[in-house]
């Protein structure tokens, strides 16, 4: 076996046995809410490009910082799905189906759509906080951010990605989206590139806090049933072994 094969069995194996047996055995049936989203995400452009459809897309999805708090964060759940006019739209429908399907798959449905909003919601809040502080401070935005429309499914999907990374312990993937997103700020610092900072930042604040407490009850756990202490497992779990703090 090549290094090359071993460094992805090591890297993808958690990965691939989990979504392997359901889409070999359902096909695209595996995934009918990544199926609904990526349709539901091509309709939005369609519309979103049409006179009689562009005004009806930006009222109901559409977020930008300047507006009112209480009306953005009833747009921001269709906002995951209203792809950026000036990006390719099947770029965004690739990145949709398959990160939101390995996600489906690996997390079920409903945490897939939580994990996505919340992604997305961390982007939406912190342009704002960004504004506020304003361009003179590290963390800050210039005002004209505030006409911006926020990122759309890019945050989301960004979000996901890392999630599973750290989740299924692809930590050379998740640590080169990371790498990837700070490059693009780095390069074009612009609105969108800091919200997907801001998606990371809260998914890795989430993983860390499932992390602690899986660490806490398996150690509450092992006390009480008078095993070693985590401290003394061995780390070279298997693929099936890493993914249960979750």
């Known amino acids: 076996m090549t290094t090359l094969v071993r460094w992805a069995r090591a890297e993808w194996g958690a990965l691939y046995v989990v979504v392997r047996e359901p889409l070999l055995g359902r096909g695209w049936r595996a995934i009918p809410m990544t ?44 906002s995951l799905f209203v792809p950026a006019l000036d990006l390719p739209v099947w770029g965004a429908l690739v990145q949709i189906l398959f990160v939101f399907g390995i996600a489906e798959i690996c997390l079920g449905r409903r945490r897939t759509l939580a994990l996505a909003y919340a992604a997305t919601l961390a982007g939406t809040l912190y342009a704002r906080v960004g504004i506020w502080l304003g361009p003179g401070h590290p963390l800050g935005l210039p005002g004209s951010d505030a006409q911006v429309v926020d990122t759309g499914p890019s945050a989301a999907v960004v979000g996901l990605a890392v999630f599973l990374g750290l989740r299924y312990g692809a930590y050379v993937t998740a640590g080169a989206v990371i790498a990837a997103m700070g490059i693009e700020v780095a390069l074009k610092e612009n609105l969108a590139g800091k919200e997907h900072l801001a998606a990371i930042a809260a998914m890795l604040v989430l993983c860390g806090a499932l992390a602690l407490r899986h660490r806490r009850s398996r150690a509450r756990s092992d006390i009480g049933s008078g095993l070693p202490p985590i401290r003394s497992w061995n780390l070279r779990r298997g693929p099936a072994q890493r993914r249960s703090w979750w």
């Open 35 to 78: 199926i609904a989203v990526v349709c539901l995400t091509a309709a939005l452009h369609v519309v979103h490009n049409q006179p009689w459809g562009y005004r009806f897309v930006e009222n109901a999805g559409a977020v930008r910082a300047e507006d009112p708090l209480g009306p953005a964060l009833l747009r921001t759940p269709l």
